[in-house]
């Protein structure tokens, strides 16, 4: 308990907040993006973006909380004794807050043609299919970073490239999702939303973030 006295939580719980606000700002902008596009490369251009806008804010503020900005990271960061209950509890907080922040930023700058800022469905599988897809492409994201953090490990500066190039994957390789972003139109894409949770390409990955985008947006798909 004596650790939420100090600065340096809270320093790390404004990182955290900060920092998703910002990822979930560059995803959902590129989720959204040119309604008339229905080619592959918008799936590229928002795998891209997830997974440059997490190398970035690793970079940024890894330092100072450890760039989670995922609750499946914090979760697994819990699950092999790296940090505390209470930090986790207020980091998935902190997550929660800047997501819904993010997606308010969003929402209120999206073009008016723009009805959804992106609520992902199943895509050709059944429920247990997806959510077995979604299981691995998160675990091989867990897996990342807690291999690339070990302390047995010399990684230099490549962890936050490592890191971002896993969330990337994740969205590459999630066939089952598709984004509905207007009343009319239909993109197959990888707008998350946390944790799985959109299961989000990275399925735990933004899980809570995405849920409370689809619920600040008040669409029900």
Known sequence: MSEIKTWAFWRAFLAESLGMMIFVFIGLSAAIGDRNNTYPDQEI???????????????????ISGAHLNPAITLGLLASCQMSILRALFYVIAQILGAVAG????????????????????????????FAIEFLLTFQLVLCV?????KRRDVAGFAPLAIGLSVGLGHLAGPERRAVFSSDMVYRSATQDVASTQLDPL?????????MTIGY???DR
């Open 103 to 130: 997606s308010a930023f969003v929402n209120a700058i999206r073009p008016e043609i723009i009805d959804s800022l992106g609520v992902n469905k199943l895509n050709g599988v059944s429920p247990s299919q997806g």
């Open 203 to 211: 399925g735990l990955q933004l899980y809570c973030s995405h849920l």
């Open 217 to 219: 947006t008040g669409q």
């Open 45 to 63: 251009k928002v795998a891209f973006a997830f997974g440059l806008a997490i190398a970035t804010l690793a970079q940024s503020i890894g330092h």
């Open 146 to 150: 807690l291999a690339v953090t070990d």
